[in-house]
């Protein structure tokens, strides 16, 4: 069991074209800017247009998956949860402006650090805060308010919850 293996069966995924492509996001991927910190599972956002792409990458993805734990699919034994692009206008940025990475020797990409700050700020529980305050050594400041400008709600709450933490 390792992130490594979940990554190749996802890299095969999309070699198969089962997917056409996807960023790694959460705690795997902020690992490529800091310590690495625990997790238990693997989050993507897999790349779709329409609703019914959707749901035909989910059913040839179960295809492929070894099982199922609620919202995650298992691949070697890891569960990961994939979220469709086609959720929130920031998902899909998140991958178009992903980095590329390793993870267990494996090329991967992986969420740039002013996106991982932006959805660690979206679920805002406390163990988002503290890798929120630990990426801010690494976020170009700039990049991060012009994030903010695009995708915090009207009422700016992305934006206060960040500056309760700095």
């Given at each position: 069991?390792?992130?490594?293996?979940?990554?190749?069966?996802?890299?095969?995924?999309?070699?198969?074209?089962?997917?056409?492509?996807?960023?790694v996001i959460?705690?795997?991927?902020a690992t490529a800017y800091m310590e690495p910190v625990f997790t238990e599972d693997l989050d993507v956002v897999v790349l779709v247009d329409t609703d019914d792409e959707y749901r035909q990458v989910f059913q040839?993805?179960?295809?492929?998956a070894e099982g199922r734990e609620g919202m995650?699919?298992?691949?070697?034994?890891?569960?990961?949860?994939?979220?469709?692009s086609t959720t929130k206008p920031l998902y899909r940025d998140t991958l178009e402006k992903?980095?590329?990475?390793?993870?267990?020797?494996l090329r991967v990409k992986v969420a740039a650090p002013e996106h991982l700050a932006l959805?660690?700020?979206?679920?805002?529980?406390?163990?988002?805060k503290l890798r929120i305050v630990r990426l801010l050594g690494v976020?170009?400041?700039?990049?991060?308010?012009?994030l903010l400008e695009r995708f915090d709600d009207e009422r700016g709450t992305l934006a206060r919850r960040l500056q309760t933490l700095l």
């Open positions: 069991m390792s992130f490594a293996s979940a990554i190749r069966s996802l890299n095969a995924l999309k070699r198969r074209r089962v997917i056409r492509d996807y960023v959460g705690a795997v991927a040839r993805v179960a295809e492929y995650h699919y298992l691949f070697s034994g890891i569960p990961v949860q994939m979220f469709p992903a980095h590329p990475a390793r993870v267990g020797g959805l660690y700020l979206e679920a805002f529980r406390d163990k988002d976020v170009d400041r700039n990049l991060l308010r012009t």
